[in-house]
């Protein structure tokens, strides 16, 4: 699976699965990162919120692996809705993390943290940042641009006032918290959805039907969790610092069967975050319910 990709819409290659960074410290970003790619994953996303740039980056600089052999995303701040501000980011985080370019450089969120909730969309603001991107693409700073928590609303936004579409949504989207529409408007308009969370956080251990399913394929529930992104044609990034699940989340090769695929579509999340539940994403979905 590791050696399988997707192809975004201007012909560049992304692997289908990536592993993620997120709460990863930066001290212990590197080794973790190293590990990931001494098992074969070549995708890896990060995001200046992280705050772990530069230890992704030193990984970087540390493997064997040919650069160009690796994709590497990283996310613009969500707070940054001006255009000289996004092109001094972008600057900022290809020196921190010691690249000549970057694979995929995306909007964090449509608003920023503090506002996620509210009803300010912050149009204009997103597309001072999306130019700011679409120049750095074509001076061949990075090779893709997207979004990422972008609702159909946001995405509309862009493609009107954009030179160069977005190429990438990434999304929270696990079994029982399945953005259909978004993923929908997205696919339709050759933009690649990326699923991060794709495990809940582990909230999804406590399901009867996901671990009953799990058990008729003889799989964890992450692999059929990743099993199930990859099935909606998304692109899954797991995040562990766990060897052995670095290994797991990948040994996906089975086929969840239509009859099964359309029970967990079909399921609703009532999953609790845990220690999660308080970030902007998560609290949104709870109070939403």
């Not at 740039?53 to 692996?65: D, F, N, R, S």
């Not at 597309?127 to 995405?155: C, H, P």
């Not at 996901?210 to 692999?223: D, G, H, R």
């Not at 699940?245 to 999340?269: C, G, P, R, W, Y």
Request: one cysteine or more; hydrophobic letters at 40%; aromatic letters at 8%.
């Amino acid at each position: 699976m590791l050696k399988e990709n997707y192809t975004l819409k201007n012909g560049v290659k992304i692997p289908k699965i990536g592993y993620g960074t997120w709460m990863i410290e930066n001290k212990q970003a590197t080794e973790k990162v190293l590990e990931a790619i001494e098992l074969g994953y070549r995708h890896i996303d990060t995001a200046q919120a992280y705050g772990n740039e530069a230890g992704v980056g030193a990984a970087l600089q540390a493997t064997k692996v040919p650069r160009e052999e690796l994709f590497i995303t990283t996310k613009l701040a969500a707070e940054i809705k001006d255009y000289q501000q996004a092109v001094n980011a972008i600057d900022e985080s290809l020196e921190k993390m010691n690249l000549d370019y970057l694979d995929l450089m995306i909007i964090h969120s449509p608003k920023p943290w503090a506002d996620f909730q509210g009803t300010n969309h912050y149009f204009e603001g997103n597309i001072a940042a999306w130019r700011a991107l679409e120049e750095a693409y074509q001076a061949g700073k990075l090779r893709a641009i997207g979004v990422s928590n972008f609702e159909v609303v946001d995405l509309e936004n862009l493609f009107t006032h954009s030179t160069i579409p977005p190429m990438v949504n990434q999304v929270l989207a696990h079994i029982g918290q399945t953005p259909f529409e978004v993923i929908e408007y997205s696919q339709k308009h050759d933009v690649l959805v990326e699923a991060y969370s794709p495990i809940a956080h582990g909230a999804m251990l406590k399901s009867q039907t996901i671990t009953t399913l799990a058990e008729k394929y003889n799989v964890s529930i992450p692999q059929l969790a990743i099993r199930y992104c990859l099935q909606l044609n998304l692109l899954p990034l797991p995040k562990t610092e766990n060897r052995e699940h670095m290994q797991a989340n990948v040994e996906v090769d089975f086929v969840i069967s239509t009859e099964d695929m359309a029970q967990l579509k079909a399921l609703s999340s009532d999953f609790d975050y845990g220690k999660s539940n308080d970030t902007p994403v998560f609290r949104k979905i709870l109070s939403d319910r």
